[in-house]
């Protein structure tokens, strides 16, 4: 098993910290960023899908804390939805990364891909949509389905990932009627939440790889800051923008894994 750096080239260490800064930038903005750090994870000599998986995890922990922060110091989000919703999505996070060893992602990759086309056309069809919050529910209808789409996402992310904060922001905006840069700033605490609960599946299976995990989580946090900062002074037009960026690009690579494992 790899504990630290021994067998890895400068070369793939410079990658993996350039990786994980941009995966920090776009988790911070719209989610999706392990589309971009767990790939990088992956060239490195000898390490297991579970060890990717969990020190994906670790990393992306560093970012999501990072850029939950400064999205609160400057949005202020309702912690009074953001808070029930991450906690049921820590415990649903927890349960699916249980599950993730016996299911074959694969199973589900076909259907996510039809989500993600359906959110992109959703978003890309409708441009006034995410501009400005106008809740679409109130009072106890409200929590009820905030901490539905947490205990579903949450699922989903320990179960298989990709795609977990688009997912989120997209719910927020849509089923609920927030403004994308509010979507985004509770994701963050969301998505905080789900990365947690995965990692306290993965710590006692000694999965993580702890050197390149304290070094992605650098990486993240540099990019979750400047992330958050670029999302609030550019505003939702931009994160929609953004948004749809990095749907069509997981609408892309998860679309080519299903060509490969079904038709290649």
């Known amino acids: 098993m790899i504990s630290g750096f021994e067998s890895i080239q400068l070369t793939t260490i410079i990658l993996i910290v350039?990786?994980?800064f941009a995966a920090g930038w776009?988790?911070?903005?719209?989610?999706?960023g392990g589309l971009i750090q767990l790939p990088a994870l992956l060239l490195v000599p000898g390490i297991a899908p579970v060890q990717a998986l969990a020190t994906n995890k670790m990393g992306s922990i560093f970012g999501t804390a990072t850029s939950a922060a400064t999205y609160y110091r400057r949005v202020g989000p309702d912690l009074r939805t953001a808070v029930p919703m991450a906690a049921i999505a820590l415990a649903g996070s927890f349960g699916g990364a249980s599950l993730a060893a016996s299911l074959p992602a694969g199973v589900f990759k076909p259907i996510i891909v039809v989500a993600l086309v359906a959110v992109a056309l959703f978003t890309a069809l409708k441009p006034t949509v995410g501009d400005l919050t106008a809740l679409r529910h109130d009072g106890h209808k409200h929590y009820v389905v905030a901490c539905l789409i947490g205990a579903v996402i949450g699922f989903y992310d320990g179960l298989i990932g990709p795609g977990t904060g688009s997912f989120l922001v997209i719910a927020l905006v849509s089923a609920m009627g927030y403004a994308f840069l509010e979507a985004s700033a509770k994701a963050k605490i969301v998505n905080m939440a789900t990365n947690a609960g995965a990692l306290l599946f993965f710590l006692p299976h000694g999965s993580i790889l702890w050197g390149l995990g304290l070094l992605l989580g650098a990486a993240n946090m540099a990019g979750?800051?400047?992330?958050?900062?670029?999302?609030?002074?550019?505003?939702?037009?931009?994160?929609?923008?953004?948004?749809?960026?990095?749907?069509?690009?997981?609408?892309?690579?998860?679309?080519?894994?299903?060509?490969?494992?079904?038709?290649?």
């Not at 776009?26 to 999706?32: H, I, K, L, P, T």
């Not at 609030?232 to 998860?254: D, E, H, M, W, Y």
């Open 18 to 20: 350039v990786a994980g």
């Open 26 to 32: 776009v988790d911070a903005v719209v989610g999706g």
């Open 224 to 264: 979750g800051y400047l992330g958050a900062r670029t999302a609030v002074n550019q505003g939702s037009k931009f994160v929609r923008v953004v948004f749809l960026v990095v749907v069509a690009a997981l609408i892309v690579k998860l679309g080519y894994d299903v060509w490969e494992d079904n038709f290649a």
